[in-house]
């Protein structure tokens, strides 16, 4: 059961990942509403990515509950390499699904696009073994 749920959510999470990166290619001088969008992808993203790391850690006999505590189980099984980043991204992911900002979501988009995406792709490629 609980291979088979890896694999549920990995499909799952590959197909949010290609709906954040399409997010990302938007102009968001042309279309306000892409950082909106992106955000919200990002958000969705970020759930499904930790819930991942969570089944996988489980299936390897490691118990985590919350995200803080998955990310930093996977960050010591080597399922995730930068620690720090997955640390940051939950912030972020914190602070826009708990407050509206402009300039803080413009800043947070900018994140997205340079750095947790790639944190995203890197899991994928893990999980991918586990999938």
Request: hydrophobic fraction near 40%.
């Amino acid at each position: 059961m609980a291979a088979e749920r890896i694999k549920e959510l990995y499909a799952d999470y590959k197909q949010a990942l290609e709906r954040l990166n399409e997010a990302l290619k938007e102009d968001i001088d042309k279309n306000k509403i892409a950082v909106d969008g992106t955000i919200q992808r990002f958000e969705f993203t970020f759930e499904l990515s930790w819930k991942l790391c969570k089944v996988i850690l489980r299936y390897n006999g490691v118990e985590a509950e919350t995200p803080r505590m998955v990310i930093k189980e996977a960050f010591k099984s080597g399922l995730i390499t930068d620690g720090d980043g997955w640390i940051d991204m939950l912030e972020d992911r914190n602070k826009t699904s708990h407050i509206y900002d402009e300039p803080q979501a413009l800043t947070i988009y900018e994140k997205i696009k340079k750095t947790h995406t790639r944190l995203f792709k890197d899991l994928l490629h893990a999980a991918e073994k586990n999938a």
